[in-house]
């Protein structure tokens, strides 16, 4: 077991941060939407408190992946690969690194322009730099939206790329970042 | 003997005029002593609450004025500004309608918010203090209001804050009764800019 990259599979910092990311960010995406039909303002209040303190964690793993991937880059495509799928793949990723960036940013701006404050886990407010600013607010929340529907549309081409890979071509693309393989060959180190 | 009767009379009346307007005259400069001033759009009037201890400011759109007012002539001053309680201005749709509701201000059945004064107080250099009611909600209450004011050229500046228990005035109801979320204590405060 590796904490570091191999040059076959993923260590277990990486696949750590891929999988905690990947639940936190799915919960993030349903509790959004699930947000939307909310009328009571203190259940409104409340859960999208919630939702900002999860997705303060999900900006700092977010940080700490990019900051690792460059640390430890991640195990190369299947050589056989066609290229047009590995710039596909590429280009998810990268959109996906992205996205962990802009999507808890603009929400953090999103709560300054709309004077609600973020309440780390109700524990104590985060700072506002700005003063609330309706019209900045509405621009932000429809950017927060579509970037949601973005991430859900770039994890799902991913999770369906990442099936083909196992199903269909029968690699190991998958099984990579999967836990509690067994070292193959002797390559694991 | 006529003549001279007449012109007693006349004389009489004369002074007795003259004594009246000049009463009349002394009088009326002393209930100027105080102006009226017209506020200009950058005269703000607002409040900061905090939710879960962060400060959320707002301000009200709509508010008129009869501010009677000078340093040297606290005596004669007095201010009255109602406030449309339906014009409050937080930077978001739900929660300033949230505001206006039943549960904060109930806007409908209270449109307006009052502060009357005509107790003044000098606490310092350009300080004072007045000491007046509240209106809020249908409910009102004494208030002090501490504000720095200062007359040059012609043009009225001051600004003040102070704080308030909104629950004193039936302002949270329900739920928002409890403190938990939007607190107890609120800050008001103005701004304005007055021309003769």
Request: glycine content about 8%; charged content about 15%.
């Amino acid at each position: 077991m590796s904490l570091k990259n191999t040059a076959t599979r993923y260590g277990s910092v990486a696949r750590a941060l891929h999988w905690s990311m990947a639940l936190l960010i799915i919960t993030l995406i349903a509790m959004g939407f699930w947000m939307g039909t909310l009328s009571e303002i203190s259940e409104i209040i409340y859960y999208v408190n919630l939702h900002k303190s999860l997705g303060i964690i999900a900006l700092f793993l977010g940080i700490l992946r990019i900051v690792w991937r460059f640390v430890s880059p991640p195990p190369p495509l299947p050589a056989d690969q066609p290229a047009h799928e590995k710039l596909a793949a590429h280009t998810a990723h990268l959109a996906l690194y992205l996205m962990f960036i802009v999507q808890p940013a603009v929400g953090i701006v999103h709560s300054w322009a709309t004077g609600y404050p973020i309440v780390f886990f109700n524990i104590s407010p985060l700072p506002a730099l700005m003063a609330p600013d309706k019209g900045l607010a509405e621009i932000l929340g429809a950017t927060h939206f579509y970037v949601g529907w973005a991430l859900v549309f770039v994890i799902a081409a991913h999770a369906a790329a990442a099936l083909k890979h196992h199903f269909i071509d029968k690699d190991d693309v998958l099984l990579r970042m999967l836990p509690h393989r067994a070292p193959q060959n002797g390559r694991d180190e | 003997m006529e003549t001279s009767s007449m012109k007693m009379t006349l004389r009489l009346l004369a002074s007795v005029l003259f004594i009246i307007l000049a009463i009349a005259f002394i009088g009326r400069s002393h209930a100027q002593a105080a102006p009226l001033w017209t506020l200009t759009d950058d005269s703000s009037v607002g409040f900061t609450a905090e939710q879960s201890g962060a400060p959320v400011p707002g301000k009200f759109e709509e508010f008129s004025s009869e501010i009677k007012f000078h340093p040297d002539q606290l005596d004669s001053s007095s201010i009255r500004v109602v406030i449309q309680t339906g014009s409050v201005n937080t930077e978001d749709n739900s929660r300033d309608g949230t505001i206006r509701s039943g549960s904060f201000f109930d806007s409908d059945s209270h449109p307006e918010a009052t502060f009357e004064a005509s107790s003044f107080e000098k606490t310092g250099d350009d300080q004072f203090v007045a000491k007046g009611t509240l209106n809020l909600r249908g409910t009102s209450n004494p208030l002090e209001l501490p504000f720095t004011a200062s007359v040059e050229n012609g043009v009225l500046k001051a600004s003040g804050s102070t704080t308030l228990e909104r629950l004193d005035y039936g302002v949270g109801i329900g739920e928002w009764a409890s403190t938990a979320v939007v607190s107890n204590t609120v800050e008001i405060n103005f701004d304005i800019i007055g021309n003769q």
